[in-house]
């Protein structure tokens, strides 16, 4: 079940895809139909509980033609960074290209939401998502196209290796790398990062 | 002789950040003269140009007088710190915009120690329980405003041995300047918090604890903040 939140008659909903339309979760509403066209897509996360910001670990080089497109050897162990929850926005949204930047780039990526708890959490404990295709087209032309089996660290080994050191909670997200074939996007380019039985996001650099 | 009433006593909160909280590297001129050497160098090749910021994730947060388990054989880092507070004044009709700075709250942030700054430090930084937070966000206007924070010192006691004093006169970029770079880039949120950055020792390195060892920040105008270093129990 593909789940959504969205803003909708003045209020934030969560919602499912059904039948090709979002139906509404909220009780006052529940079952009400509306088209995808009719929403403000939110980030598809419930919220978190206060005093527990949310963590977003994501990981850089995780494909080997990415590490060798930037011209790293592939990396020994996860090679990790964290984003602030406040760079979290949602499909068609718009995002900024600061001044002065020189090259901005898309990474389509499988994010992984942690659904409880995991500490010391080992590799044999964790599913490890299907092999998906992903792709991203930049103004309807195809830029990037990749595998999640061509991951360096999967899923699992990344939850063992997170979970070794640190707590993950629900609602926590690791974003787990991208492949090769990121370009420069300007102002104005609709860029659309595509997953195989997920479906796909569109974001546009904002003019 | 008429009895002196006190004023109820509002139950004590601790402090705990609701936002992301960001660490800067570098950020005192010591640290920074003792690299400025390596940063020509690769693999960094050129000085930053901007704050150098890392996160501390909700799973460091040590609440004042907790325990912080220390991973066994690790060499693990106490540092002082100060933290702004994002937010808005408690006033429903305050002017919209970004949020300000509300308060300011101590901090002992703690790393497994590392020699290097290129990668983000995420394996030595974000270790559970690494983050010692201070008992309280005590309000900026108690404070003197931000500029006043320029004039404070951070004291460090490791059982009760003060083992560093951290002068903010040092900092490269003052509170002011470090808020203002970092959101001409990234948009600080209600909640978030921002550390100003800690100092090294002479020699670069910064004061080590064991387990067993109880770690007290404190500065003037602040309640200190006292952490408990214990063995990591992997039963």
């Given amino acids: ?122 590799k044999a404990d964790v599913p490890d998502p299907m092999n998906l295709a992903l792709s991203t087209t930049v103004n309807g032309t195809i830029t990037q196209q990749g595998h999640t089996r061509d991951m360096i660290f999967d899923v699992p080994t990344l939850i063992e290796y997170f979970s070794a050191f640190m707590t993950l909670q629900p609602g926590d997200l690791i974003l787990t790398g ?30 | 002789m008429t009895p002196v009433l006190s004023a109820p006593v509002a139950p004590c ?48 947060f040590t609440r004042d007088c907790g325990t912080i388990a220390l991973p066994a054989g690790a060499s693990v880092e106490v540092a002082a710190s100060l933290g702004l507070v994002l937010g808005w004044p408690d006033d429903l009709l305050a002017p919209a915009g970004a949020p300000g700075v509300l308060g300011v709250v101590l901090l002992n942030d703690v790393a497994l120690a590392h020699d290097s ?15 010692g937070l201070g008992p309280a966000c005590v309000g900026l206007g108690e404070l003197g405003g931000l500029a006043s924070l320029s004039a404070m010192r951070l004291a460090l006691h490791i059982n009760g041995e003060l083992r560093q004093t951290t002068a903010l006169s040092d900092l490269v970029r003052d509170a002011a300047s470090l808020l203002s770079e970092v959101n001409a880039f990234m948009g600080l949120r209600a909640g978030d918090v921002l550390m100003l950055g800690t100092d090294c020792l002479p020699d670069g390195t910064r004061p080590r604890v ?11 105008g602040f309640a200190s903040a006292t952490h408990h270093f214990v063995s990591e129990d992997l039963s």
């Fill in chain 2, 13 to 60: 909160v601790p402090y705990q950040p609701s936002g992301t909280v960001y660490g800067t590297l570098l950020n005192f001129r010591g640290e920074h003269a003792l690299w400025a050497s390596r940063m020509v160098e690769p693999p960094y090749k050129a000085p930053p140009q901007a704050p150098v910021l890392y996160v501390k994730t909700a799973n460091t």
């Fill in chain 2, 117 to 131: 700054y290129y990668r983000p430090p995420v394996k030595t930084r974000c270790v559970d329980g690494f983050l």
């Fill in chain 1, 178 to 207: 991208t492949p090769d074939g990121v370009v420069d996007c300007k102002p104005g380019d609709v860029v659309v990062t595509s997953i195989e039985g997920l479906g796909s996001l569109e974001n546009t650099i904002a003019v």
């Fill in chain 2, 210 to 220: 064991k387990p067993g060892d109880s770690v007290t920040i404190s500065a003037e």
């Fill in chain 1, 1 to 122: 079940m593909k789940r959504a939140r969205v803003a909708w008659a003045g209020a934030v909903h969560d919602a499912v895809a059904c039948e090709g339309q979002l139906e509404l979760l909220t009780p006052a509403v529940r079952g009400q139909r509306v088209p995808f066209e009719g929403v403000v897509w939110l980030p598809p996360l419930p919220p978190q509980p206060a005093q527990r910001p949310r963590t977003i670990l994501a990981l850089g080089l995780n494909y080997a033609d990415h590490a060798k497109e930037l011209a790293f050897k592939a990396p020994e162990e996860p090679l990790a960074f964290v984003k602030g929850e406040a760079s979290l926005i949602g499909h068609r949204a718009f995002t900024v290209r600061p001044p002065e930047v020189q090259f901005m780039h898309y990474e389509c990526e499988l994010a992984v939401v942690i659904g409880r708890t995991a500490k010391r959490v080992k």
